[in-house]
């Protein structure tokens, strides 16, 4: 049964900065191209950013220079940073599987708010 956990949200100022990790099992991780997607209030769920099993990665244009995706195979993790966050960075966050339509973990909100 595929899974995944992510963690790391919470409340943070205008500027500020959060990591977000996400705990893969049930899929041979290391072969997966992994993605970030997140969804606002009232709002579709929206692709964030994704890296390949190389390690190639790609981001939506609302996030490019301030986000940085990663992961590390050997843990099955992959993780977000995210910089100078804005209030419309406020969603709860998911990971998965690129392309992926099921399996989807519990989220993790983040809420850029003064």
């Known amino acids: 049964q595929v899974q995944f956990v992510e963690s790391g949200g919470g409340l943070v100022q205008p500027g500020g900065s959060l990591r977000l990790s996400c705990a893969a099992s049930?899929?041979?991780?290391?072969?997966?191209?992994m993605a970030w997607y997140r969804q606002a209030p009232g709002n579709q769920r929206e692709w964030v950013a994704w890296i390949t099993s190389a390690g190639v990665t790609n981001y939506a244009d609302s996030v490019k220079g301030r986000f940085t995706i990663s992961r590390d195979n050997a843990y099955h993790t992959a993780y977000l940073r995210m910089n100078n966050l804005k209030p419309e960075d406020t969603a709860v966050y998911y990971c998965n599987v690129y392309g992926a339509s099921a399996s989807w973990g519990q989220g993790t909100q983040v809420t850029v708010s003064l």
């Open positions: 049930g899929l041979i991780f290391g072969v997966y191209t």
